[in-house]
């Protein structure tokens, strides 16, 4: 039998404890069981994963005392409170105040196994969703999120692609983060003190020869990135003409100057191409600049990131709104289990969608597939 959860069970009457103890283990449960609520208290930590069930009349410390005390601690660890029918009143005020759920003496084997496994799939959902946002928030800044092996592989190359000053190629599918990780290198690289000039090969090709007059001009903007970083986005757009000129420059780095000489400049080349990477590139111009080669994968071959990456963007998102994070640890995990039609930039759409729509409430899925907003749990 598959383990469904982990329970502490509380109550200070061997016999009872042994029999509720054998109830949840027969169902599936990993049981810690303790004669007095002290000692579970002791046992506990705000990280694990149990729920705790409670007997509410103990000698010492009662079960409504150990609430109150799991309650200062962690307010989301799910109680369950075992009471004779004397004490229902109590338990209901308990309840109000933030138990999971109680139960009279004697209770239905059954009610108490259902409980207990709505109590431990809510736990499971509150620990992963804060251990993915502790993940995501540690890599906001980062180009390379992800623990699936081809991200561990690329994260494992960045020390060496911004020590390196080799013209750089990042090849993949529009959307998967080829930008970012462009950037990334730049600011991590010894060359961030200067510039990073950015030619739009997609709005060179689109608006001609207007577009790439004067770049490679002395006052120019390839001129300008001395000592910095040339980012070529979209390489793949750009027109024979400009890449026949982009293959000139970083053969010889230099460009044309006021006086008979060329000047040098020194400059990396990094370009960001599509998923056929120099297929519509000039040879002579893609052998030059791929010295280093970087191919980011698109979130169909890293589904397992999907989650994390999720969470990631809506922690992003709401920073830059300043609104309050949203409790979306459900739908990350739905997400991750389907075929999501699209990578990071699409991803990203999404979470800001879905934040416009949940509106602070808990975002979850309708029939459709689609986000809607999930009233509070009361």
Not at 42 to 49: A, G, N, V
Not at 147 to 163: C, D, N, Q, S
Not at 291 to 305: G, Q
Request: one cysteine or more; glycine letters at 8%.
């Amino acid at each position: 039998m598959s383990r469904v959860g982990s329970v502490v069970l509380v109550d200070d009457d061997d016999d009872a404890r042994a029999a509720t103890r054998q109830l949840l283990e027969l169902s599936g449960f990993a049981v810690e069981a303790f004669g007095e609520a002290r000692r579970a208290l002791e046992r506990l930590r705000t990280d694990q994963d149990s729920i705790v069930i409670t007997d509410i009349r103990m000698p010492g410390m009662s079960g409504l005392d150990l609430l109150a005390e799991l309650r200062r601690r962690d307010a989301a660890l799910p109680v369950i409170l075992i009471t004779g029918h004397g004490d229902v009143d109590t338990a209901v005020a308990a309840l109000k105040g933030g138990a999971w759920d109680f139960l009279t003496k004697p209770f239905d084997p059954d009610l108490l196994v259902a409980a207990a496994r709505r109590a431990a799939e809510a736990r499971a959902l509150t620990i992963d969703n804060r251990r993915l946002r502790e993940t995501a928030a540690a890599g906001l800044g980062r180009a390379l999120l992800g623990e699936t092996p081809v991200m561990r592989r690329l994260r494992a190359m960045l020390p060496r692609l911004v020590e390196s000053d080799l013209d750089l190629a990042i090849e993949g599918e529009s959307g998967t983060g080829k930008t970012l990780l462009a950037l990334t290198v730049h600011r991590m690289s010894r060359r961030s003190r200067h510039r990073l000039e950015v030619i739009d090969c997609l709005d060179a090709g689109l608006r001609g020869q207007v577009a790439t007059a004067g770049l490679f001009d002395r006052s120019g903007q390839v001129a300008r990135a001395h000592r910095g970083t040339l980012l070529l986005a979209g390489l793949q757009y750009a027109p024979e003409a400009l890449q026949f000129q982009l293959a000139r420059f970083a053969a010889r780095r230099t460009v044309a100057a006021d006086t008979r000489a060329p000047e040098a400049v020194d400059v990396r080349i990094i370009a960001i191409l599509g998923e056929q990477g120099g297929d519509d590139i000039l040879p002579e111009l893609y052998h030059r600049i791929s010295a280093a080669k970087v191919r980011m994968p698109s979130l169909a071959e890293r589904r397992d990131d999907i989650a994390l990456l999720f969470t990631a963007l809506v922690l992003q998102t709401c920073e830059d709104r300043g609104c309050p994070i949203p409790e979306t640890g459900d739908l990350a995990h739905r997400l991750a289990s389907r075929d999501w039609p699209g990578n990071v930039r699409e991803l990203r759409n999404f979470a800001e969608r879905i934040l416009s729509r949940a509106g602070g409430g808990r975002a979850r899925f309708d029939r459709h597939g689609d986000a809607e907003r999930a009233p509070r749990r009361v």
